[in-house]
């Protein structure tokens, strides 16, 4: 059983930067991914960036070159950096982690107003 809780969301100004967190219950070591996704108002959840248990990054083209995931494998937490945001950055972002199956942790508002 994982549990996964994001933080870090909020409301900023395009061209701003956050930084989420996300914090898992169980060891996330042995995740086969870990990342995020996320879903704008009216549109269909998509990938944000990932990391595969060999150290694959994977990221969203829309993202790539503005956003860098990490991890913390001590601290069990995820990490996404996001910088030069855009209006269309805004949505709801859900850190995932597959151990055995996936798993969804509740998501955090991120609102990037122009």
């Known amino acids: 059983q994982v549990q996964l809780v994001e933080s870090g969301g909020g409301s900023v100004q395009a061209g701003e930067s956050l930084r989420l967190s996300c914090l898992a219950s169980g060891s996330i070591f042995n995740s086969n991914v870990i990342g995020w996704y996320r879903q704008a108002p009216g549109k269909q959840r998509e990938v944000v960036a990932l990391?595969?248990?060999?150290?694959?990054?994977e990221y969203g083209d829309s993202v790539k070159g503005r956003f860098i995931i990490s991890r913390d494998n001590a601290k069990n937490t995820v990490y996404l950096q996001m910088n030069s945001l855009k209006p269309d950055d805004t949505g709801v972002y859900y850190c995932?982690?597959?151990?055995?199956?996936?798993?969804w942790g509740q998501g955090t508002q991120v609102t990037v107003s122009s």
């Open positions: 990391i595969f248990s060999g150290g694959r990054l």
């Open positions: 995932i982690a597959t151990v055995g199956r996936i798993y």
